[in-house]
């Protein structure tokens, strides 16, 4: 029996439509109707920023964090849906501004260690062991601002830091190579896993791939996939498109490249991902020119490529691709894909 997959969104993927040259295009979106376009749309999984599921989390004591989260739990109980993982959002906090754990200044890699153990905290009300660790900010614009050996190690500590005060959670980082940053110090999988393999708990740090920050870095998602799935350490993916090096363009999965998305799924498929139990999250945005009344289409289209190139997985001509392996003749195996893709 193929394995059945559990598709999963964040917030911020419904969102108004603002860019850095202009404002919100469209009315925000409450939160019950996130809630209600994810169940409509069939997604399980809720992906959350730290404040996302507690507003305001600095300026409450834990007893309230707790109350809060767990008061989000049951309103997505109620909905049949569950939280996949919580990320601390260090990178719009005034402290965080110079990044969080690299911050130049000690009271700001302070204060991101402790913002961090609050998100465990949210996370563990949520009912989720999950902590996706997107590290926006840790790197530089000048490079000469920051000293990288120091900040490698330092990524290292806040990533032991957080294992050591939580025994039950489990890390997935979320490189990306630039942006917000222009240079940022844990730009891949491979600078990921081994920051995890160096860390104090290996076994609970594993990574988050997202397709456009593959791109983004020159890398093949594929590729990246293949590397930490082989580790067993690919606990969820955030797949979308990326025409190019430009800015993080969150397309919908396989606008910009389609064999590229058939490519990233074949390897998911090959690995049994979907047995893990892992999520398939898509993060993409809606297009800013998206009237309000259908901006989750991207989110929609998203998983019906998904689904249809699982199907072009699973219907792949393997045997005829094997012979091709087998006689070297690659020639032919890049038309057989093609003609697969183009169903003629
Ligand atoms: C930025 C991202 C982020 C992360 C999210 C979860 C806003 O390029 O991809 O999306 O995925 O913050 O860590
Ligand atoms: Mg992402």
Redesign the pocket.
């Known amino acids: 029996m193929p394995a059945a997959y559990r598709f999963s969104i964040g917030p911020w993927n419904i969102h108004p439509g603002a860019d850095p040259f202009g404002p919100p295009v469209r009315p925000p979106v409450p939160f019950d109707q996130v809630l209600d376009a994810a169940v409509a749309l069939g997604f399980e999984g809720i992906q959350f920023h730290d404040d996302d599921a507690v507003p305001d989390l600095e300026s409450l004591a834990p007893a309230a964090i707790a109350r809060e989260a767990e008061a989000m739990r049951r309103r997505l109980a109620d909905q049949g849906l569950v939280a996949e993982f919580v990320a601390p959002r260090l990178w719009e906090h005034a402290h965080g501004i110079d990044g969080g754990y690299t911050s130049n200044d000690p009271s700001a890699r302070r204060w991101a260690i402790e913002r961090s153990k609050r998100c465990v905290d949210v996370a563990l009300a949520l009912g989720c062991d999950l902590i996706v660790m997107?590290p926006a900010r840790e790197g530089t614009a000048v490079r000469e601002s920051k000293n990288p050996v120091q900040a490698s190690r330092q990524v290292l500590e806040a990533i032991d830091a957080i294992l050591l005060a939580a025994p039950n959670v489990r890390i997935a980082i979320?490189p990306k190579p630039n942006e917000p940053v222009d240079h940022a110090f844990v730009p891949t999988i491979g600078h990921a896993l081994s920051l995890g393999a160096r860390s104090v708990a290996p076994d609970r740090v594993g990574v988050l791939i997202?397709t456009a920050?593959a791109i983004l870095a020159g890398l093949d998602p594929s590729d990246e996939m293949g590397f930490a799935l082989a580790a067993g350490k690919l606990w969820s993916v955030?797949l979308n498109d990326q025409n190019g090096l430009k800015f993080d363009q969150d397309k919908v999965f396989g606008a910009a490249n389609l064999r590229g998305a058939f490519d990233q799924v074949r390897v998911l498929e090959m690995a049994g991902y979907g047995d893990t139990g892992a999520f398939i999250g898509f993060?993409v945005k809606a297009q800013r020119t998206q009237r309000a009344d259908s901006a989750t289409a991207h989110l929609a289209t998203s998983k019906r490529v998904f689904l249809a190139l699982v199907e072009k997985v699973r219907s792949f001509p393997q045997t005829i691709a094997d012979q091709c392996i087998a006689d070297r003749d690659y020639e032919s195996l890049e038309r057989l894909v093609l003609e697969h893709l183009l169903a003629v």
């Open positions: 997107w979320e997202e920050h955030h993060d």
